[in-house]
């Protein structure tokens, strides 16, 4: 709701004499305690009804109107982070993997999609690369409990040894012969594609194993007998092509599709919501890599 005054109160100039005197107005949603702060911070500010705004007169007013609204913007975090630490001091969690800051919560837990999955679900949430950890302000607490037990349960489910153990039981099983084959063919870098419907040469496209770029279509053809178990609905009428993994600069130079295409294709244009988390990889594998030379 707008400010409204009493004639009492408004001590306003005659109607158009504030467009010839330098200054700003400012509007705000009611608020008693606003309205006071605002009062002593700006005690020439009028009340004017036909602007529906307050009048702040002066050659600066613009600038010392933005200082107040940053001070006041701060001082609406620092209350929502005292409501936070409160918050947790009542209802804490007791985790391993999250430990108490001085400006907030830090969060250290093995590499899980979930969990950045999760994380990125709390406003204000970021993640320091520097230390590996994850900062979440104290005012982002009940956001945090809620996303907590996901988290948690999948930082626990990617530790080292946790890992170690299933991989253990899948050992010499159906899956884990299955799995193993899967990865070496992956490892080829080879896709079947139909002959009457190739991809560019050096453009990033989306397969099943995601963007890549095709360098070759060796026009060898596919025996669907053999890799049917990769490829299930491979004919006589595909032939290999042989991909890489796209850099950063060709990601970036995309331009998306608008759409991903109906039904099912071998290949397509990736749109925005493809090229986002595929330019985030990139340019982490970009990083390892400079460092290793480094």
């Known amino acids: 709701m707008t400010e409204a005054k009493t004639h009492a109160d408004h001590e306003e100039a005659p109607p158009g004499d504030d467009d010839a005197k330098p200054g700003a107005d400012i509007a705000f949603p009611y608020d008693r305690m606003t309205v006071e702060q605002f009062r002593r911070r700006f005690p020439r500010a009028r009340w004017s009804d036909a602007r529906k705004a307050w009048f702040v007169p002066g050659r600066t007013a613009s600038r010392r109107i933005g200082r107040?609204?940053?001070?006041?913007?701060?001082?609406a975090d620092a209350h929502a982070d005292a409501k936070g630490r409160d918050a947790f001091a009542f209802d804490p969690i007791?985790?391993?993997?999250?430990?108490?800051?001085?400006?907030?919560?830090?969060?250290?837990?093995?590499?899980?999609?979930?969990?950045?999955?999760?994380?990125?679900?709390v406003p204000f949430s970021r993640w320091d690369g520097d230390l590996r950890i994850w900062h979440v302000p104290f005012r982002s607490y009940e956001d945090l409990r809620r996303q907590w037990p996901d988290i948690e349960a999948a930082a626990r489910r990617n530790e080292p040894e946790e890992r170690r153990r299933r991989a253990e039981e899948r050992k010499g099983s159906e899956q884990d012969i299955r799995s193993r084959l899967r990865s070496a063919e992956r490892k080829r870098r080879r896709y079947p594609l139909l002959s009457h419907n190739l991809p560019p040469i050096g453009r990033p496209v989306v397969i099943?194993?995601?963007?890549?770029?095709?360098?070759?279509?060796?026009?060898?053809?596919?025996?669907?007998?053999?890799?049917?178990?990769?490829?299930?609905?491979?004919?006589?009428?595909?032939?290999?092509?042989?991909?890489?993994?796209?850099?950063?600069?060709?990601?970036?130079?995309?331009?998306p599709a608008k759409m991903s295409p109906d039904g099912d294709t071998a290949w397509w244009l990736p749109t925005i919501e493809e090229l986002r988390p595929a330019r985030r990889t990139a340019r982490s594998r970009e990083a390892r890599r400079q460092a290793r030379m480094s």
């Open 68 to 75: 107040w609204l940053v001070e006041l913007e701060a001082e």
């Open 208 to 255: 099943a194993y995601g963007i890549v770029v095709f360098t070759e279509i060796s026009g060898e053809p596919v025996a669907p007998d053999v890799v049917a178990d990769f490829y299930p609905d491979v004919t006589d009428d595909h032939v290999w092509g042989y991909w890489r993994l796209p850099t950063l600069e060709e990601l970036v130079r995309t331009w």
């Open 94 to 121: 007791d985790s391993p993997y999250l430990e108490l800051g001085k400006a907030g919560f830090r969060i250290r837990t093995p590499y899980s999609k979930t969990v950045v999955d999760q994380l990125h679900e």
